[in-house]
């Protein structure tokens, strides 16, 4: 493995770290709305937080480039605040990522919130807990299996990405160059060697990944 | 003002389709208050709405004085002095039977010191099974665990919503032996919601019976179960409950005179179940144990009969079947006739009559 490589995997990595963490923080609390909610809004918003289930990666990346470019309206307020635009950067990067892995971190968690069910949040109010309080000392302990599988599907998803990363990120060595992009340049140039090592390394990581959600997590086992 | 009068004031108007609550109640704080009636009738919203799980606009709650609700009101659930029996245990799953009785102590400015929760845990029995998880307790365990977890918060209203109606026959009766020791020993006013006539004769003191959202009788057990114009039938559990005493110990025969608290003239031979002289006990005397005579038998097996005036006669649920309410100086017992043999007898008001009690079950 060359530099490159390795600069791809180390990007590869921190995308994938960085974007789990803040999806983790963003996905709870739409998690738990869409858990509890009788609202009208639960059906629109869930469809649109699971869209990247079944949209090509290419359009998600289309549309996040319209509007964080230059001439976007995400793209004119980051302007305005003086952080230029986020296509083409590692910032970019992680706010698409968060978009494309969003409903793998938001369903299991919203599934975990769904079967603690009612009963556990009103025997902790007679237990004189807060609904913050609650969260913390209830929800969060039974949740725990949700969040596990919620954090590995959210960090392999993004690992995996390769559409979006195109769109918006291109092909920046050590800004936006991640594994999946790396090795189809190796395949592009013919490097098939390097590929393989590269490509045979991400089947063995995500059945590594599946593996453990699959015998590590105690959900299946529940009663 | 010098005896300040404790007392649960609940007023709940609550519309939902096909369902409405109207209540407006005035109840003893003190003692075990029955919420009795057939489900659907309205008993466990009631409670959720007392605890502040239900919100029920335009309702008034306060205990003593202090407004849980009003129009400006509504106290949330958590800073409300309850303690709250489910009909299911719930139990914290992630935490083993101690850690649910502290999670709820941690959090409570006026918990139980030390030596009073290990009472509780003593009068509950649950001392050797602080360090399972729930998953390793029996039904019966877990809902004395849950019991103990709500008064380990030393609330000043105790709910409790079907605590044994998860529970099969066995576990019930595994459980409503210490739920007497605690009505024994409890200060804290408890309302106990049930459907099931025995474990409210068993722990009541004071009952509100409720039909569909609305509380059709309310008032002490004793009096209101001899009631004939009770807007629910019983049935089979058609009876009275009377306080008494034992009196009187017959070692040779293994039996005890209960005495009743309203008439210590009058009582009743049970057997022996092994309280002292002295000793508070409960008799409950089903209407279809009970028959009348206008002359005094001998020559039957009946030890117990007691002489009484009629009260008053009324239906009872089969067209055949007659109510008569016999007043035994001051209790009243219940009798269950066909109205051939109450014309047979011609029995009216005022008439002198003889009660032949069949079986009496000693209650707690």
Redesign the interface.
Known sequence: MNPADLAAIWLTLKLAGVTTALLLLIGTPIAWWLARTRSWWKGPIGAVVALPLVLPPTVIGFYLLVTMGPNGPVGQFTQSLGLGVLPFTFAGLVVASVFYSMPFVVQPLQNAFEAIGE??L??????????L?TFF??VL??ARPGYLTASVLGFAHTVGEFGVVLMIGGNIEGETRVISVQIYDHVEAMEYAQAHWLAAGMLVFAFIVLLALYTLNPSGRR? | MNTPISLLLARFKLDRPGFSLDVDLDLPARGVTALFGHSGSGKTTLLRCIAGLERAPGGRLSLDSEVWQDANTFLPTHLRPIGYVFQEASLFPHLSARGNLEYGMKRSAKALDRSALDHIVDLLGIGALLDRRPEALSGGERQRVAIARALAVKPKLLLMDEPLAALDLARKQEILPYLERLHEELEIPVLYVSHAPDEVARLADYIVVMREGRAVAAGPLTETLARLDLPIHLGEDAGVVLDAMVSERDAQWHLARATFADNPDAGVWVRDGGHALGHHVRVRILARDVSLAVTRHTGTSIQNILPGVVAELANDTHPALALVRVNVGGASLVARLTWRSAHDLGLTPGQIVYAQIKAVALIG
């Open positions: 009963r556990p009103e025997a902790a109010a007679t237990l004189r807990a807060s609904p309080d000392s209830v302990p039974l009663k």
